[in-house]
Every structure is written in structure tokens, then in C-alpha cells.
């Protein structure tokens, strides 16, 4: 299993951008699917965007479509999440999670996940 380690977390500005990083231990990491999750307060944790492994296919919850974008750059095992006009609303403490080889369908039904990481806190507000 690789492990997960996020950071880029902070406090921003409605209208602002921030870059969460997601970085990995382990050789195999390219052969993993990565996701980011958030959870907000009082409420169920929630898929943001997943990045495949191999063709670096992505997909997005609706809510951050065209707002954010995630990558990956395998040489340095490391994925991120860039997000921009960023609102009240996305405030949550960010998690990523990666899975070996993991289809899609796997991030965004809520099944269990081999690996996740310890959360970064985003705020937006003025």
C-alpha cells in the first residue's frame, strides 16, 4: 500500500485558488487511481475528482466542475488538485485516497479504498 500525505491547505478568499498536493511513498504509485474527497462539518464526506492510473483520465463531481482541475506527475508521486473561483462552500478539510488500479466507478459509489491520507483543511471566507 502506498502512504498519503496532503498539504496546500490554508485560508483563502471567495474568488481565490489554492493547489493541494498529494504526495506518495512507494514504487508502484503510477498503477494507482488517486481520488480527492471532502468532508464539511456535519456533513457525510463527499467525492470531489479522481485521476486514473495509466491514461490519467479524469472525472469530477459536478459541484467543482470547471473550477477545479487534478493531475498527476508520476515522477515525483505526486498528484494534485488546483482549485479556483473557490466558494464558501468548499470549505472542508480535503482528503485524498488512492486504490491500485481502481476503476472509477470504485471512487464515486463510496467503496472502501486501499489508502487515504491524513486531511488538509481549506477554508474560504472573507
Known amino acids: 500500500q502506498v502512504q498519503l500525505v496532503e498539504s496546500g491547505g490554508g485560508l483563502v478568499q471567495p474568488g481565490g485558488s489554492l493547489r493541494l498536493s498529494c504526495a506518495a511513498s512507494?514504487?508502484?504509485?503510477?498503477?494507482?487511481?488517486v481520488g480527492w474527497f471532502r468532508q464539511a462539518p456535519g456533513k457525510e464526506r463527499e467525492f470531489v475528482a479522481a485521476?486514473?492510473?495509466?491514461?490519467?483520465?479524469?472525472i469530477y463531481a459536478d459541484s467543482v466542475k470547471g473550477r477545479f482541475t487534478i493531475s498527476r506527475d508520476n515522477a515525483k508521486s505526486t498528484v494534485y488538485l488546483q482549485m479556483s473561483s473557490l466558494k464558501p462552500e468548499d470549505t472542508a478539510v480535503y482528503y485524498c485516497?488512492?486504490?491500485?488500479?481502481?476503476?472509477?466507478?470504485?471512487?464515486?459509489?463510496?467503496?472502501?479504498?486501499?489508502?487515504w491520507g491524513q486531511g488538509t483543511q481549506v477554508t474560504v471566507s472573507s
Open positions: 485521476i486514473s492510473w495509466g491514461s490519467g483520465f479524469t
Open positions: 512507494g514504487r508502484t504509485f503510477r498503477s494507482y487511481t
Open positions: 485516497a488512492a486504490d491500485p488500479l481502481a476503476p472509477f466507478s470504485k471512487f464515486a459509489s463510496g467503496s472502501p479504498l486501499a489508502s
